[in-house]
């Protein structure tokens, strides 16, 4: 820390400062708790930041607060604003960092201004002002409200009451030791990995030890966010850990409770259930980020059913019914838990399904009268991010540059609807192996192909990506089921793993703002309705001996290692956003 006699000298400073470096400007008259300045100048998400009498910059917004500094020494003399030429003049008194705060937002460089709640930052100019501030500091308890503020503010009944109590305090024992979020993700995921290989034992003690680390696993879940809060270790790093582990976590230990109840003494068959499992919760989740994306940045976003769901937040319990009614994590990583120490795996598959369908039905129909109620614009961001959900490959943008859907504001999800069921009932009831399940599959790529031909502006265009990631997952889980080949439906497992985790990874993508992966991946991988005919087509002409198997092995490895490699690729770059799952429940 240096100190500037004024902003000529705090210029001065700032220049002498490697362009790679973040900075910071403090006034020195400045009253405040320590986390406050944390808040306002350690957080690594934002280009520039800002609490009163303090401001931070970092190495891609220097320019812009240089520029600023330098207005402020030609200021200074007179007594004026720092504003870029031609604004409003800003009348009223501020100290350099905040003048120069105004001045970046002025040019165009955001500056977060962070809730600092019942903290304290200020430049007093009078003694009685900065005996008040003083008294506002001690006042407060700055460590009490960095434990509370390191726990999400939205969060689920089982992790608000029965973790985050204890949770927030190992966050804070792992910060002390220089322990990293990223260090405590993967911890995480190891014990996670062990739960799940205690499970495959197939034995009482197994499933005893299996859940009591599930739920360790779910305690560190929850201990990585929050010392990530705790201590503001934001990483782009952290971001996918955070992003991918649970998932990676959940669908690790379904296998291993698959594995488990086929080594048990009834030697129990449940991997259709575990696949099923898989399925219902990916395709739980593509249905709120569908929702989500448009209607990030719709127009006139309001509707009845909107408004009476805030009208019950304004009721406590009814708060804590609807967010235990979707099963969250916790809720469900409890029961999980709970359930594979105490009774057998189908048993847990059974609970499972059943929770997660009723969950899916109470969220899908809100979301539906939400959107039918609604009087929504929807904006050409969100028309593209629910194409780039879509996932659709070579074949159907082919259908989709040579045809147009009919017009009218349901076409899309109907068309995409008709798809699946057709795709669906043919994997179901067509005689296995025969050629009549490959052309649903070509019917499939014509109608997705049409469903996507125009922008996914209308009322109910976010369920398009849903339908679609159903009919996929339920085509290969159907198949592979009738397959009747040894090991046919875990490779099938497999090749759900790694297609949703593609899925997964394009959604937070675009959550962070820089768009869905490339579309080289997409083609290579072959989109949606290619892998479904792929698949198909491996049933139709490997119906004999273990080839069905076999081909479902290597389709699932070619697409997990291209997916990995430009997954991993792109969030260790530069360019990969921080994101986070704040208020995420699920």
């Known amino acids: 820390m240096t100190a500037a006699a004024d902003a000529s000298g705090a210029a001065e400073l700032l220049a002498a400062v490697p362009a790679s470096q973040r900075v910071a400007l403090v006034d020195p008259r400045f009253v405040g708790h320590v986390h406050a300045l944390r808040l306002g100048l350690t957080d690594p998400r934002f280009a520039a930041a800002s ?68 903290l304290t930052a200020a430049v007093p100019t009078a003694p009685e002002e900065r005996t008040a501030a003083r008294a506002a500091v001690a006042a407060v308890d700055d460590e009490a409200v960095r434990l509370r503020s390191a726990v ?97 976590k959940e669908y690790a230990y379904y296998a291993g409770l698959a594995l488990g109840a086929a080594r048990g003494g009834g ?21 709120d980020f569908s929702f989500n994306e448009a209607n990030h940045d719709a127009v006139s976003n309001t509707s009845p059913t909107a408004a009476l769901s805030d009208k019950l937040d304004s009721v406590g319990w009814t708060v804590w019914l609807r967010r235990m009614i979707v099963l969250p994590i916790g809720e469900r990583w409890a029961m999980i838990a709970v359930l594979t120490a105490v009774t057998t795996p189908r048993i ?43 996932d659709s490959g070579p074949l159907a943008q082919a259908v989709a540059a040579v045809l147009r859907r009919p017009g009218g504001g349901f076409t899309a999800p109907f068309l995409a609807f008709v798809g699946a069921l057709v795709m669906v009932a043919a994997a179901l009831f067509a005689p296995y192996g025969g050629w009549l399940t490959v052309g649903a599959a070509a019917v499939y790529a014509v109608l997705s ?25 339920c085509t290969i889980l159907v198949l592979a089921a009738r397959s009747d080949v040894p090991h046919a439906v875990p490779a099938a497992f497999g090749l759900v793993s790694a297609v949703a985790y593609h899925h997964y990874d394009t959604v937070y993508r675009i959550r962070g703002g820089t768009g869905a992966p490339p579309r080289w991946l997409v083609r290579t991988i072959g989109g949606h309705e290619g892998r479904t005919l792929v698949v198909a087509v491996l049933a139709a002409v490997l119906t004999h001996g273990s080839g069905f198997t076999t081909a479902l092995t290597a389709l699932a490895a070619a697409v997990a290692l291209v997916v990995l490699v430009e997954s991993i690729r792109f969030w260790v770059s530069s360019s990969a956003p921080a994101v986070h799952d704040e208020g995420e429940l699920a």
């Open 348 to 390: 847990v598959f059974y609970a499972l399904l059943v929770g997660c369908a009723l969950a899916a039905c109470y969220t899908t129909a809100g979301r539906l009268l939400r959107s039918l109620t609604r009087k929504a614009q929807r904006t050409d961001r969100a028309a593209g991010a629910l194409a780039d959900l879509a």
């Open 267 to 287: 030697g129990d068959d449940v991997w259709v259930l575990a696949l099923g499992a898989m399925v219902l919760q990916a395709c739980r989740h593509v249905v």
């Open 152 to 248: 999400k503010a939205h969060d689920g009944f089982f992790t608000t009451y029965f973790i985050s109590p204890y949770s927030r305090y190992i966050a804070r024992w792992c910060a002390r030791r220089g322990l990293t979020p990223n260090q405590v993700t993967t911890a995480s995921l190891i014990t996670a990995l062990v739960a799940a290989g205690s499970a495959a034992t197939g034995t009482r003690g197994g499933y005893v030890a299996a859940g009591v680390l599930l739920l360790l696993s779910f305690v560190l879940d929850c201990t990585d966010g929050q010392l990530a809060r705790y201590s503001l270790q934001y990483s782009t790093m952290g971001a996918w850990l955070d992003a991918t582990f649970d998932r990676a």
């Open 51 to 118: 609490v009163p009498g303090a401001l931070t910059a970092q190495p891609e917004a220097r320019p812009a607060l240089l520029r600023a500094l330098r207005r402020a020494v030609a200021a200074v003399g007179t007594g004026g604003p720092v504003a870029p030429p031609g604004d409003e003049p800003v009348t009223e008194d501020r100290t350099v960092p905040d003048r120069l705060a105004v001045a970046l937002d002025a040019e165009g460089t955001a500056v977060q201004r962070p809730e600092l709640g019942s």
């Open 449 to 473: 192909g049409l469903a996507v031909s125009r922008p996914l502006k209308g009322a109910l265009d976010w369920l398009v990506p849903p339908v679609f990631r159903a009919a996929e997952y």
